[in-house]
């Protein structure tokens, strides 16, 4: 893209065009963290309106409420900012940032479709949690800063939620990661290109077990209801963000919001097939049209795809959040060590139990062939860096192509381990 | 024009001066800093910091390692420097000159091992664009994850007798340490768990008498008095109390 923008200049290899790209990326991430904050929080408020059998709001834009969460924006910004007499003023002020920061920089390598990346991060999984694992900071720092019991009960507990729930979330994780042979979010998505059969979800019961698991530990990982102990209402005022007014409070629910978009498309992309519909309908109008603008048109369909399944992923968990009482902090914890933890293990073995036996996946009984299609046909354009990689990126073939077969891949015999990942150095 | 004309690699420089001069602020605000929790927030800046510089350097794998044990450790460190230290006692370290002494030993010489390593290096200075070459063609972390269960993709050709092709990697260590681990990860919980009911009861029979104490005590009438006494004393980050079951 750098290139690109430089040839349009006409400056050669400047820095121009990089920090052109760079904005370009950091620009669009912002807008799905700030324009999707904004249309959560409406959500929230209509959704769970709803769901008590009242309206929601109903003035602010039109008949729906639409620019109510606009109006809060107003509000808080022309709010006082105050900081308590016994806060570390230093780490007081800067934890809604760190929080910020940490779930907007999870986007770096998350992937809208094929090849809609602001950065290709080759273990794009691993970073995505780690960067995500992070935002609990924000939590702890600011609990603490804020020099009120209140707040610190909320960041403890905050902090034992999120330090257990890494667990069984990371164990949900490496079951696509194992199935597709590649911590590359692009990679794992176009692997589930094709009818909805393809999707990891449906691979296998296993799979199945440990999508629900993945949906739940995120769930308390984002730290929403039934597991929000660090800002129960009824029990510490409001946790964490006690002390906190105006734009720094809305700060955390700005990282909160965006969190909960991360960890949706995050599932989508792990297990619900990322940016592919149900039927493949953008890679048949790419296909029709051909070349560029058909890879094109694809693509922005793959977008609006991820971005529907995120969005129904945070239905999913607004839909959750008031439909089910808060847990203590014990049942919490119950839930993590006792069902999460085991379940996430059983999905585990089970799902590779099932990957080595080479048992029928949902895919095959339909006799729809996995990946062949889409490799076909994203080999033809050639544009995108993960066309680039082709097979040898990590994607593996059901059936080598005899070709393909060096002398060095004989004596690979993990059974699980995709064959093809043996000549990944070569790019 | 000619400040536009600064080429591609200067990036690499930029971004490493921003990264490096922040892990090495922070450093020294670590070393500054009397506050627990400050030391420990400014520790996850500027590790964070050398996550950046390994992310500078194409190496993904090991930046997004560093971030989430070293910087995760860290937070394990907050965690505790503020649940253990919360006190206004304890929150502010004087550090004397014994130790003041005693660490500039220390590091000081850690520091001359590493200063003596980095210039006896023989080709430490290569030239920019085999530089970013080899940046640009190293981002896969496909062989190392292969190396850990056995399969060596570096030396597929080499053979000893004892090994088959490409046999040479490094499960045996790696299934070594995971044991190592389980091993400290069930001590762990053997030592945390809660052992009331094993004080309650001393005969063998312990389970049919945990039976006893929860019918007996499903009986009270007093929810709430009950649940009041449950919880006096306690910390409520106990995450294993026995009397919370179900």
Redesign the interface.
């Known amino acids: 893209m750098a290139d690109f923008i430089n040839n349009i200049f006409g400056i050669g290899d400047s820095w121009v065009g990089y920090l052109i790209a760079a904005l370009i990326a950091a620009v669009l991430i912002l807008h799905v963290v700030a324009v999707g904050a904004l249309l959560f929080i409406w959500m929230e408020r209509k959704i769970s309106g709803r769901i008590q059998d009242r309206l929601g709001p109903t003035r602010v834009g039109g008949k729906y409420g639409w620019l109510q969460t606009l109006a809060d924006g107003i509000k808080l910004i022309a709010k006082e900012d105050i900081t308590p007499d016994l806060a570390d003023r230093f780490l007081f002020k800067i934890a809604p940032y760190v929080g910020l920061a940490a779930s907007y920089a999870a986007f770096i390598a998350l992937p809208f479709a094929d090849g809609v990346v602001a950065q290709h991060v080759n273990t794009a999984v691993f970073f995505v949690l780690a960067v995500l694992g992070l935002e609990v900071f924000s939590v702890i720092l600011a609990g603490y800063s804020s020099g009120s019991k209140w707040s610190l009960f909320g960041a403890m507990r905050e902090a034992a939620q999120v330090v257990s729930y890494e667990v069984p979330l990371g164990m949900c994780v490496v079951v696509p990661v194992m199935i597709c042979g590649t911590m590359n979010l692009t990679t794992i998505g176009n692997m589930q290109a094709g009818l909805f059969t393809n999707w990891l979800v449906f691979n296998d019961p296993f799979t199945f077990l440990t999508a629900i698991i993945y949906f739940t530990c995120a769930t308390a990982g984002v730290n929403r209801a039934p597991f929000d102990l660090a800002e129960a209402e009824s029990e510490l005022v409001a946790g964490f963000h006690t002390e906190y007014s105006g734009l720094r409070w809305s700060l955390f629910f700005m990282a909160e919001y965006s969190s909960m978009f991360v960890v949706s498309a995050l599932a989508s992309i792990l297990f619900f097939g990322g940016s592919h519909g149900p039927i493949p309908v953008g890679q048949w109008i790419g296909e029709t049209i051909g070349g560029t603008w058909g890879l094109s048109i694809s693509r922005i369909i793959g977008v609006g795809n991820l971005l529907l399944k995120g969005l129904i992923g945070v239905t999913v968990m607004m839909w959750i959040r008031w439909s089910f009482p808060r847990l203590r902090i014990d049942q919490v914890m119950t839930m993590c060590l006792k069902y999460c933890v085991p379940l996430a293990a059983l999905g585990f073995i089970g799902a590779t139990t099932w990957q080595y036996l080479d048992l029928p996946t949902a895919n095959s009984l339909v006799g729809n062939p996995r990946y062949e299609k889409h490799e076909m046909w994203t080999e033809g354009v050639g544009v995108t860096p993960a066309a680039d990689a082709g097979p040898a990126s990590g994607i593996p073939d059901p059936e080598p192509h005899s070709e393909d077969k060096t002398a060095n891949t004989d004596s690979v015999t993990v059974k699980t381990l995709p064959v093809s990942v043996v000549k990944g150095g070569e790019r | 024009?000619d400040l536009?004309?600064?080429?591609?690699p200067?990036?690499h420089q930029f971004f490493f001066i921003i990264f490096a001069t922040i892990a090495i602020g922070f450093g020294f605000g670590v070393l500054l800093s009397k506050?627990v929790?400050?030391m420990a927030?400014y520790l996850?800046l500027s590790l964070?910091s050398t996550a950046g510089l390994f992310f500078l350097a194409g190496a993904?794998?090991v930046?997004?390692?560093q971030?989430?044990i070293y910087?995760?450790g860290t937070?394990?460190l907050?965690?505790f420097g503020?649940?253990l230290t919360?006190q206004k006692d304890f929150i502010n370290m004087d550090t004397h000159t014994q130790d003041w002494i005693l660490a500039t030993i220390v590091g000081g010489s850690l520091l001359m091992v590493l200063l003596f390593g980095a210039f006896g290096a023989e080709d430490w200075r290569t030239p920019q664009d085999i530089n970013d070459a080899h940046v640009s063609?190293?981002?896969?972390?496909?062989?190392l994850g292969?190396a850990l269960?056995?399969?060596r993709?570096d030396t597929?050709?080499e053979s000893t007798d004892a090994v088959?092709?490409?046999?040479s990697g490094y499960l045996m260590p790696f299934i070594i340490v995971s044991f190592h681990l389980l091993v400290v990860l069930i001590g762990a919980a053997y030592m945390a768990r809660t052992k009331k009911l094993s004080h309650a009861t001393d005969d063998k029979s312990s389970r049919a008498k945990l039976m006893l104490f929860k019918m007996e005590h499903e009986e009270e009438p007093l929810e709430e008095a009950k649940y009041v006494v449950t919880h006096k004393g306690k910390s409520?980050?106990?995450?294993?109390?026995p009397n919370?079951?179900n």
Not at chain 2, 4 to 8: H, S, T
Not at chain 2, 164 to 167: F, L, P, T, Y
């Open positions: 024009m536009l004309a600064v080429a591609w200067y990036w506050n929790v400050r927030f996850v964070g993904e794998f930046g997004a390692m971030l989430m910087v995760g937070l394990v907050l965690i503020v649940m919360a063609a190293t981002k896969e972390a496909t062989p292969l269960t056995g399969i993709v597929l050709g088959a092709d490409g046999k409520a980050l106990n995450p294993l109390d919370d079951e």
